[in-house]
């Protein structure tokens, strides 16, 4: 990634991160698939920090997916307000730890999405940590084209496997 794209990406996760500093429980938007729509911020309504608890109830933290473009390893800007709402628990909660899954479509080598996969992962633990979360609580992990939550040939399918998906490992 270029110098100019990674300062123009961090203005932007921070920016996200102003946008998410209160703490707000809301009920789940209806979709968060891999439309290119914007993803509305709901992060924190108060000033407290965030519990375990949270992750569960709280509607920022329950999108735990980031899709992709395809063959893009850069993080949509819809998916900020999503970022910063995680960087924020991470911050919240020193003994929370995620794991980050990339994935790829099945277009592409298997090396190929493999790498592919890894480099999303990267790309979502770079913005957490421009966003306040540590690095010692990121875990990446690629996958590749070999766990699909879609196994049909057509654009939306692939849509959906071209992902990141924030796993919890400890709360």
Not at 122 to 139: D, K, M
């Given at each position: 990634?270029?110098?100019?794209?990674?300062?123009?990406?961090?203005?932007?996760?921070?920016t996200a991160a102003v946008?998410?500093s209160?703490?707000?429980?809301?009920?789940?938007?209806?979709?968060t698939?891999?439309?290119?729509g914007?993803?509305a911020?709901?992060g924190?309504?108060?000033?407290?920090a965030y519990?375990?608890?949270?992750?569960?109830?709280?509607a920022?933290?329950?999108?735990?997916v980031?899709?992709?473009?395809?063959?893009?390893?850069t993080?949509?800007?819809?998916?900020?307000?999503?970022?910063?709402?995680?960087?924020?628990?991470?911050?919240?909660r020193n003994?929370?730890?995620?794991?980050?899954?990339?994935?790829?479509d099945?277009?592409?080598?298997?090396?190929?999405?493999?790498?592919?996969?890894?480099?999303?992962?990267?790309g979502?633990?770079?913005a957490?940590?421009?966003?306040?979360?540590?690095?010692?609580?990121?875990?990446v992990v690629?996958y590749?084209e070999?766990r699909?939550?879609c196994?049909?040939?057509?654009?939306?399918?692939?849509?959906?496997?071209?992902?990141?998906?924030?796993?919890?490992?400890?709360?």
């Amino acid at each position: 990634m270029k110098t100019t794209t990674r300062v123009l990406l961090a203005a932007l996760l921070c920016t996200a991160a102003v946008a998410c500093s209160k703490k707000v429980k809301e009920e789940p938007p209806a979709d968060t698939g891999p439309s290119t729509g914007t993803v509305a911020p709901t992060g924190p309504a108060t000033a407290g920090a965030y519990t375990p608890a949270d992750l569960d109830s709280d509607a920022c933290l329950r999108q735990r997916v980031v899709y992709f473009d395809l063959d893009q390893d850069t993080l949509r800007p819809e998916f900020q307000a999503i970022i910063a709402c995680h960087a924020k628990y991470l911050r919240d909660r020193n003994s929370s730890r995620i794991s980050l899954e990339g994935h790829a479509d099945e277009r592409g080598s298997r090396e190929y999405n493999q790498g592919l996969g890894e480099r999303r992962g990267n790309g979502v633990s770079s913005a957490l940590q421009a966003n306040g979360g540590s690095a010692a609580q990121l875990a990446v992990v690629s996958y590749g084209e070999e766990r699909p939550v879609c196994t049909e040939s057509n654009e939306d399918c692939w849509a959906r496997n071209r992902r990141v998906e924030i796993i919890y490992t400890a709360r």
